[in-house]
């Protein structure tokens, strides 16, 4: 049984910065991708970051630029630094694991206000 753990969610003010930590434990095996989507009231999920265990990323449209995905296998552990936040950034945000099938955290809320 895979568990994620997420961390570092809270309330920023605009332009400001927060850091999430997302740690897995359990099973045995290679972890492929982990990253984090986020989902703001009303809206569907979408993906904020990806990185897979060789360290290439993905990050979606509207936070290229502001926010960094990264990871340490060993620890299984990923990270996102996310800068210059903005309201619309204001979310639930789930780190996942994509091993055999995809595993989700419960989600950390980040709110950004103006």
């Known amino acids: 049984q895979v568990q994620l753990v997420e961390s570092g969610g809270g309330l920023v003010q605009a332009g400001g910065s927060l850091r999430l930590s997302c740690a897995a434990s359990?099973?045995?095996?290679?972890?492929?991708?982990m990253g984090w989507f986020r989902q703001a009231p009303g809206k569907q999920r979408e993906l904020v970051a990806g990185i897979t265990s060789g360290g290439s990323t993905i990050y979606g449209d509207s936070v290229k630029g502001r926010f960094t995905i990264s990871r340490d296998n060993a620890k299984r552990t990923v990270w996102l630094q996310m800068n210059s936040l903005k309201p619309e950034d204001t979310a639930v945000y789930y780190c996942?694991?994509?091993?055999?099938?995809?595993?989700w955290g419960q989600g950390t809320q980040v709110t950004v206000s103006s």
């Open positions: 996942y694991e994509d091993r055999i099938q995809r595993y």
């Open positions: 359990g099973s045995t095996g290679s972890s492929n991708t």
